[in-house]
């Protein structure tokens, strides 16, 4: 354990703030209650830094394939969404090849030529599976969803896979997705949108992660532009008191000055703080541990490495979110 408190590792990357990080993420419902709408918006959303349902967006390229559309129907869903501008960080494309015919290629070859791509939305997960088999076990399931986190993680970027849901209703919701639970198991989250009928414009959008709080928001289809209206969230989202420690930290750096670099003990003696109250290696520990609420909260780059005679750490005070 020591070793594990030792490092610090890389904090995760919130491309909407409370709502997707890197990784894989399924988005599951029922047919035609409007998930495709709902991930051209996100899309969109990102390519342009606009807010998502009140969350802050980290404006990035994205990808989407809709891969059960052609490009007329995407022509006027999207002028139809969003006007004929145009965004041109958001990139298309209707045809794509299956996760064990070359899918992994030309999203490395994409992602290589296109750097600042950090959202890829594919819709559906069927189109790209394998059709060696029309039944799933736990272990298949497992694995196209793995493959898809290897390739979100070598690139530290969010995948969405879009999916159906099976019509038996459920106790908890999740266990709806079609397939089997590897499909959630390997994921790094989930989103569910239902309706409680087909015909209404309401419905309910349940988020579970790895790094989010769990979440329901119920938002409303507006037939006139084909977009989602956030109306409410169903929970107040649950925030960390703040520790007097990381707000004593964020104060070694601004935007005046914006990098800070030096020992644990010289951090110590700049905060006027006591080996005799925390030792340094201590200190050092703590945050590291917390490099994701540094980074998130206090928009601080925190990198700790570890030499001979001790820590060598450097505060970055980062550029300011525009939403």
């Keep these: 354990m020591p070793d594990l408190y030792d490092t ?56 989407y394939l809709s891969l059960e559309d052609d490009l007329v129907r995407l022509q006027k869903r999207f ?15 209707t045809k794509a090849d299956s ?36 039944v799933y076990s ?3 399931d497992y694995h196209i969803i793995t493959l898809l986190k290897e390739i979100a993680c070598r690139h530290n970027i969010c995948i969405i896979v879009v999916h159906h849901t099976r019509k038996m209703e459920a106790e908890d919701k999740f266990d709806m997705i079609s397939g089997t639970t590897g499909l959630l198991g390997a994921a790094d989250g989930a989103m569910i949108l239902q309706k409680k009928n087909r015909t209404d414009k309401r419905a309910q959008l349940n988020i579970v992660g790895r790094e989010l709080p769990d979440q329901e928001i119920i938002i409303d289809f507006m037939p006139e532009s084909c977009t989602w209206q956030f109306i409410r969230s169903c929970q107040q989202l649950w925030e960390e008191p703040k520790d007097m420690l990381l ?77």
Excluded: C
């Design 8 to 63: 610090s590792y890389t904090p995760a990357t919130a491309l909407i703030d409370n709502f997707l990080y890197s990784g894989v993420y399924i988005l599951a419902g029922p047919p035609k209650t409007g998930k495709s709408f709902l991930m051209a918006q996100l899309a969109y959303h990102v390519a342009a830094g606009m807010e998502f349902f009140n969350h802050k967006v980290t404006p990035a390229s994205v990808l």
């Design 99 to 134: 996760l064990n015919q070359g899918l992994e290629e030309q999203l490395t070859d994409f992602l290589q030529s296109k750097p600042a791509t950090k959202l890829i939305i594919i819709d559906t997960l069927q189109k790209i599976r394998e059709f060696s088999s029309a």
């Design 247 to 323: 707000e004593q930290v964020a104060s070694l750096v601004s935007d005046e000055h914006k990098l800070w670099r030096g020992s644990a003990t010289q951090m110590m003696q700049a905060l006027n703080i006591s080996t005799d109250d925390m030792l340094a290696h201590v200190f050092t520990r703590k945050l590291n541990v917390n490099v994701d609420r540094l980074f998130h909260d206090y928009g601080i780059y925190y990198h700790n490495k570890r030499v001979n005679k001790g820590s060598d750490i450097t505060l970055q005070k980062l550029e300011a979110k525009t939403a």
């Design 79 to 93: 002028s139809r969404m969003f006007g004929i501008e145009g965004n041109a960080n958001l990139y298309l494309a």
């Design 138 to 140: 736990y272990a298949s």
